[in-house]
T-cell receptor, first 112, second 114 residues
Framework: NAGVTQTPKFQVLKTGQSMTLQCAQD?????MYWYRQDPGMGLRLIYY???????DKGEVPNGYNVSRLNKREFSLRLESAAPSQTSVYFC???????????FGSGTQLSVL | AQSVTQLDSQVPVFEEAPVELRCNYS??????LFWYVQYPNQGLQLLLK??????LVKGINGFEAEFNKSQTSFHLRKPSVHISDTAEYFC????????????FGTGTRLQVFP
C-alpha cells in the first residue's frame, strides 16, 4: 500500500506566488489533516477534514485554504505565499475511532 | 481549546541511563493522550496511547507513560535508553468531544550519547 502520498517533496516560491500541495491516501480513512512543522514549534494543525465535504480550521489556518475533493484527496492551497509560510508541511490521515495517524513524507517549502 | 506543553525542548542523556520526557496539557474537557516519535528524516510513528483504564501505559521500544489527571500530565519514561532512541518525541491530545481534532505539543529532542 502507498499509504499517504504528498506532492511535491520540495518547492521554492517567491513571495506572492500561489501553489497547491496535494495529498492522497489509499486507506479509506475518514479524517485527513494538514500540519506544518517548524523548529521549536512542533507540529501545528492548519486544517483538518473529518469526512468528505467537510473541513475545519486548526490552530494556524490564516493564509491557507483547503479542499476535500473526495474521500482520498485533501489539498492545501497557499493563495499568496509569504516568507512566514516557509516550513515543512505534513499531510496525515486516520480512521475515526482509531488513533493511529498515518503521515505523508512531507513537503519542504521555502518562500523567498 | 486544548494545548500541549512539552517543557524540555532538548534532553541529552547517556546511553543506558533512564530518561523522562515531560508533557502537560490544558483542556476544559477530557482528552485522549498520545506520544509519537519522529526519527531523523522520517514521518511520525505512534509510540503509545492512553484512552482509558490503567493510568500506566506501555508502548513500543520499552517506553511507558503515566497519566496523571490531577496534574494534567502524561510523562514518557524509559529505564535505559539506547543510541537508536535519538529522535524527536511529540505528545498529543484528542478531545473527547471531537475525536477528529489532534493537537501536538512542541516536541522534545532526545539526544542519546555513547
Amino acid at each position: 500500500n502507498a499509504g499517504v502520498t504528498q506532492t511535491p517533496k520540495f518547492q521554492v516560491l517567491k513571495t506572492g506566488q500561489s501553489m497547491t500541495l496535494q495529498c492522497a491516501q489509499d486507506m479509506n480513512h475518514n479524517s485527513m489533516y494538514w500540519y506544518r512543522q517548524d523548529p521549536g514549534m512542533g507540529l501545528r494543525l492548519i486544517y483538518y477534514s473529518a469526512s468528505e465535504g467537510t473541513t475545519d480550521k486548526g490552530e494556524v489556518p490564516n493564509g491557507y485554504n483547503v479542499s476535500r475533493l473526495n474521500k482520498r484527496e485533501f489539498s492545501l492551497r497557499l493563495e499568496s505565499a509569504a516568507p512566514s509560510q516557509t516550513s515543512v508541511y505534513f499531510c496525515a490521515s486516520r480512521d475515526r475511532g482509531n488513533e493511529k495517524l498515518f503521515f505523508g513524507s512531507g513537503t519542504q517549502l521555502s518562500v523567498l | 481549546a486544548q494545548s500541549v506543553t512539552q517543557l524540555d525542548s532538548q534532553v541529552p542523556v547517556f546511553e543506558e541511563a533512564p530518561v523522562e520526557l515531560r508533557c502537560n496539557y490544558s483542556s476544559s474537557v477530557s482528552v485522549y493522550l498520545f506520544w509519537y516519535v519522529q526519527y531523523p528524516n522520517q514521518g511520525l510513528q505512534l509510540l503509545l496511547k492512553y484512552l482509558s483504564g490503567s493510568t500506566l501505559v506501555k508502548g513500543i521500544n520499552g517506553f511507558e507513560a503515566e497519566f496523571n489527571k490531577s496534574q494534567t500530565s502524561f510523562h514518557l519514561r524509559k529505564p535505559s535508553v539506547h543510541i537508536s532512541d535519538t529522535a524527536e518525541y511529540f505528545c498529543a491530545v484528542i478531545p473527547y468531544y471531537n475525536t477528529d481534532k489532534l493537537i501536538f505539543g512542541t516536541g522534545t529532542r532526545l539526544q542519546v550519547f555513547p
